[in-house]
């Protein structure tokens, strides 16, 4: 699996990859950005959001939702104007929002972090046609994934201080059953970022300081994984044609000047042929 740099995003923290309108989003949370990047034409165009922006999803209603330091916001890509919807965590204010993702049916789940990265302060939230709860998960530090199973039954949430995955059934109503060790990330392989299952079920894990991402089966036994020419990668989408490329984000946040020397790359965005499809995202139901 070939990794080839796409675009040139130089982001400090790039996150958030999504396939909407065919072209891929994503944020870069540290510098406060929106991106689109079009593969079509190779058009790329950024807009500055009001504070950090972890996350960017299209809607039903036809716009976006992104999930801003500040609380989730509608976000118009024609007027590039951010509008706050809900502040999940107004008791908070040293939490930020930082990954999020829809299930087949249309919920939203998002997750919040201490941005200090230090403090068992993050949640995991469901927005269910407009109202935001609690899922009641154990807090953490740094919240990642989520991501959703094709079923709508099966939650992947990750602790990425403690290196874990976490499996957990969801019921009918969105309410979460017990949390099982899905796969924890052993020592020295890096921390587990943003994931994503694709269509056969298997979970896509990128790794923060462990230069590459991996994919795990069902029952969490690792199958491959792709190596990339820098340390930070955050978090893969599909997109493209039948879905068929997978799109990561990558970070230069950490890194000194020698790592950046080293690691010239970091900060893009990268594409390669992942040998599976993805599933389509399904817009948020706000």
């Given at each position: 699996?070939?990794?080839?740099?796409?675009?040139?995003?130089?982001?400090?923290?790039?996150?958030?990859?999504?396939?909407?309108?065919?072209?891929?989003?994503?944020?870069?949370?540290?510098?406060?950005?929106?991106?689109?990047?079009?593969?079509?034409?190779?058009?790329?165009?950024?807009?500055?959001?009001?504070?950090?922006?972890?996350?960017?999803?299209?809607?039903?209603?036809?716009?976006m939702i992104a999930g801003v330091k500040t609380g989730l916001h509608r976000f118009d890509p024609t007027s590039g104007q951010f509008a706050l919807l809900h502040d999940p965590e107004p008791d908070h204010p040293g939490n930020r929002l930082n990954d999020a993702a829809t299930d087949t049916t249309g919920r939203l789940w998002f997750g919040s972090m201490d941005d200090g990265e230090a403090l068992k302060t993050g949640r995991l939230y469901r927005c269910d046609a407009g109202t935001c709860r609690d899922t009641g998960l154990p807090p953490v530090a740094i919240t990642n994934g989520p991501a959703i199973s094709a079923d709508a039954r099966t939650l992947?949430?990750?602790?990425?201080?403690?290196?874990?995955?976490?499996?957990?059934?969801?019921?009918?109503?969105?309410?979460?059953?017990t949390p099982e060790r899905h796969v924890v990330i052993e020592d020295g392989a890096g921390y587990p970022d943003g994931s994503v299952i694709d269509a056969d079920g298997c979970l896509w894990i990128a790794l923060y300081s462990g230069w590459g991402v991996r994919r795990y089966?069902?029952?969490?036994?690792?199958?491959?994984?792709?190596?990339?020419?820098?340390?930070?990668?955050?978090?893969?989408?599909?997109?493209?044609?039948?879905?068929?490329?997978?799109?990561?984000?990558?970070?230069?946040?950490?890194?000194?000047?020698?790592?950046?020397?080293?690691?010239?790359?970091?900060?893009?965005?990268?594409?390669?042929?992942?040998?599976?499809?993805?599933?389509?995202?399904?817009?948020?139901?706000?």
């Amino acid at each position: 699996m070939t990794v080839t740099s796409v675009l040139a995003a130089a982001c400090t923290l790039g996150e958030g990859p999504v396939w909407h309108d065919s072209a891929l989003w994503f944020v870069d949370i540290k510098g406060k950005r929106v991106h689109r990047y079009a593969p079509g034409d190779g058009s790329h165009r950024h807009w500055n959001a009001t504070d950090q922006v972890g996350w960017v999803l299209p809607t039903a209603n036809g716009d976006m939702i992104a999930g801003v330091k500040t609380g989730l916001h509608r976000f118009d890509p024609t007027s590039g104007q951010f509008a706050l919807l809900h502040d999940p965590e107004p008791d908070h204010p040293g939490n930020r929002l930082n990954d999020a993702a829809t299930d087949t049916t249309g919920r939203l789940w998002f997750g919040s972090m201490d941005d200090g990265e230090a403090l068992k302060t993050g949640r995991l939230y469901r927005c269910d046609a407009g109202t935001c709860r609690d899922t009641g998960l154990p807090p953490v530090a740094i919240t990642n994934g989520p991501a959703i199973s094709a079923d709508a039954r099966t939650l992947y949430h990750t602790d990425t201080l403690g290196k874990t995955i976490w499996r957990v059934e969801i019921d009918a109503d969105g309410t979460l059953g017990t949390p099982e060790r899905h796969v924890v990330i052993e020592d020295g392989a890096g921390y587990p970022d943003g994931s994503v299952i694709d269509a056969d079920g298997c979970l896509w894990i990128a790794l923060y300081s462990g230069w590459g991402v991996r994919r795990y089966d069902p029952a969490g036994r690792l199958m491959h994984t792709v190596r990339f020419p820098v340390a930070n990668v955050t978090k893969i989408a599909f997109g493209g044609e039948g879905l068929n490329t997978a799109y990561a984000t990558t970070a230069r946040k950490g890194l000194d000047a020698a790592a950046l020397d080293a690691q010239p790359l970091a900060g893009h965005l990268f594409a390669f042929d992942p040998g599976v499809a993805g599933l389509p995202v399904v817009p948020a139901k706000i």
